[in-house]
């Protein structure tokens, strides 16, 4: 295949997407950890850069649609395999602007939703609006409200939680010894269902419940007896305070942040990526398909791309999550993690519409509001919705600009 100008610049403009990831998506989900003080930023990009990496590169999906979505039916570009290339490739761009200009203003929004607005207008400009499935923006739409409120509930349960029994208890020690084991069991138990039951596409994790439900109850059990047997035979510190707490906590947290890394690098990278491998795949068959193989190296550019995102720009959104919206801890960014890393769960299975950045978001307010609303900051809640709200519009809007761009420039 030969490698044509326009190849070149589609592959810099997929590295420019991974970067905007990664200093977007990326730092968003080592926001709680940063700001929590469980990592140091240094220590949220080694994790990221190894977990994002390996989920990536070993486990991410091979196979992703041309167009995300649905949006446009690919059989209108069957005879004009360059116009759509360079939607694809315009597509990437205004998805990428819109990221980057987000991440200037710390404001963390979903990268799915940014590639599905630049879809749309790509298909404005290409097929027409009467040609756009509408539909699948309904879900989009319910997703702004039950993402941020599911993941936010069952972020404030476990924060309440963990608050009155432990924080707050007479002897915080005591209380950490008898009800540490049951959280880490739980942790287990849901970590190990979203990879087993949940499933890793490209490692055909995907077993019915009656299977995974009682392997992941025995791995969670496992885990909670091990930590009550190391907490048991620990002499009793003298001292022990709340700090104390927040340390164990904390180590929880890193767990957490590691599993959201590796699950974020497994599925949703090369989702992202995917429109670069279907512009590869088009340019080197001549006709278009309606799933893209990812080669390797691809996913390789979409790893190295994200982590250098988050390495050189992720500060910004990492301070927003981690220190704007309301004071973080190791128990509450726990809390957060949780919660949001449950609903993803549960609302794949359910089929319910979900945005994994809005629902971490939702998370991180629940913990605030567990502590009553001045623990908010409310004017940067409201920023944030606005730019949830934009996302779509903006996206497209520049998409547009830069198809006629695209188009001028490449024919």
């Known amino acids: 295949m030969e490698l044509t100008p326009f190849l070149i610049f589609a592959l810099a403009v997929g590295l420019f997407m991974a970067w905007n990831i990664g200093a977007n998506d990326v730092a968003n989900a080592m926001g709680t950890s940063v700001g929590s003080g469980a990592l140091t930023l240094k220590q949220a990009i080694l994790v990221a850069a190894v977990f994002e990496f390996l989920g990536a590169v070993l486990v991410g999906a091979h196979v992703t649609e041309t167009i995300k979505g649905e949006i446009i039916s690919p059989g209108f570009f069957a005879d004009d395999p360059m116009a759509f290339m360079t939607g694809m490739a315009a597509a990437l761009l205004g998805a990428a602007i819109w990221l980057l200009v987000a991440t200037a203003l710390g404001l963390p929004v979903s990268t799915t939703h940014s590639i599905v607005g630049a879809v749309v ?18 879900p ?51 970590l190990g269902l979203s990879i087993l039951y949940k499933g890793l ?19 969670g059990a496992a885990l909670g007896l091990a930590m009550r047997a190391w907490l048991v035979r620990r002499p009793r510190p003298t001292g022990y305070s709340v700090g104390a707490v927040e340390r164990l906590f904390a180590g929880l947290q890193v767990v957490t942040a590691c599993y959201v890394a590796f699950a974020h690098g497994a599925n949703d990278v090369a989702n992202a990526i995917g429109p670069i491998a279907a512009i590869v795949q088009t340019a080197r068959d001549g006709v278009l398909a309606a799933e893209a193989t990812v080669p390797i190296g691809i996913l390789v550019l979409g790893g190295v791309g994200i982590v250098v995102g988050l390495a050189t720009w992720g500060y910004k959104v990492i301070d927003t999550v981690g220190h704007k919206i309301t004071s973080m801890t190791p128990t509450r960014g726990f809390s957060a993690e949780f919660g949001a890393a449950t609903t993803v769960l549960l609302a794949s299975r359910l089929g319910l519409p979900i945005s994994t950045t809005h629902t971490l978001i939702g998370a991180v307010i629940g913990v605030g509001f567990a502590r009553g609303m001045a623990a908010l900051n409310l004017r940067v809640i409201r920023h944030i919705v606005y730019s949830w709200v934009i996302t779509i519009p903006a996206a497209a809007l520049v998409t547009v600009v830069s198809w006629y761009a695209l188009r001028a420039v490449f024919g």
Request: proline share 6%; glycine share 10%.
């Open 121 to 138: 207008g790509f298909g404005l400009v290409s097929v027409g609006w009467r040609d756009i499935s509408w539909d699948t923006l309904g």
């Open 140 to 190: 989009i739409v319910v997703s702004w409200v039950v993402s941020p409120l599911c993941g936010g509930l069952l972020a404030f349960l476990m924060f309440t939680f963990v608050r009155r029994r432990i924080i707050l208890a007479e002897d915080p020690y005591g209380a950490t010894v008898r009800w540490s084991p049951y959280l880490v069991a739980l942790v287990g138990f849901t």
């Open 201 to 219: 596409r490209n490692l055909n994790l995907d077993f019915p419940f009656h299977v995974a439900g009682p392997m992941c109850l025995a791995i």
